[in-house]
């Protein structure tokens, strides 16, 4: 009879553990570019200039990393919670933030410089066959999202 119970008692330990285990990764919030350091800081001209030296080699290097960019803000979405930032001709940063990070931001303005750190999630632009005869360049735009403040 004293070997069943603790067996059971093991059993319950076990079962404990296991259930505090899935729950914590269940409850587990995902990571957002203001619970980590950037990777790297750079101007948004700087990741477009990488970009357009070698696009898959860039891409693949900041894939869903976290990465610091500044510029010049050249419009913002309230609704949405977008800020876009000037990164060159036909070139833009579109940060996404969530509600608690877009509403920390105070005082921006359409031309002010800004400093964001954004987790990196893919450009469009670069997969389209350029001849050489366009004349208007296609846009490039760099996507961050859980975007938040840089400081």
């Known amino acids: 009879m004293k070997n ?19 729950f ?39 894939n869903n990393k976290n990465i610091g960019v500044s510029g010049i803000i050249k419009e913002i979405d309230t609704a949405s919670k977008h800020i876009f930032i000037e990164g060159g001709e036909a070139k833009i940063i579109n940060c996404s933030f ?22 990196y999630s893919g450009c469009e632009g670069y997969g389209i066959a350029n001849d050489g005869m366009d004349l208007i360049p296609s846009d490039k735009i760099a996507q961050l999202k859980t975007c938040s403040i840089n400081q």
Do not use: C, Q
Not at 100 to 115: D, L, R
């Open 98 to 119: 969530d509600s608690t990070e877009f509403s920390k931001i105070n005082n921006i303005k359409i031309g002010n410089k800004i400093n964001l750190k954004g987790i």
């Open 4 to 22: 069943w119970k603790k067996i059971l008692l093991f059993l319950v330990v076990i079962g404990l553990i296991v259930g505090g285990i899935i």
């Open 24 to 62: 914590y990764k269940v409850t587990k919030r995902p990571p957002t570019a203001a619970d980590s350091k950037p990777v790297k800081e750079m101007a948004a001209t700087e990741l477009f200039n990488s970009l357009d030296s070698n696009f898959h080699l860039t891409d693949s290097i900041y």
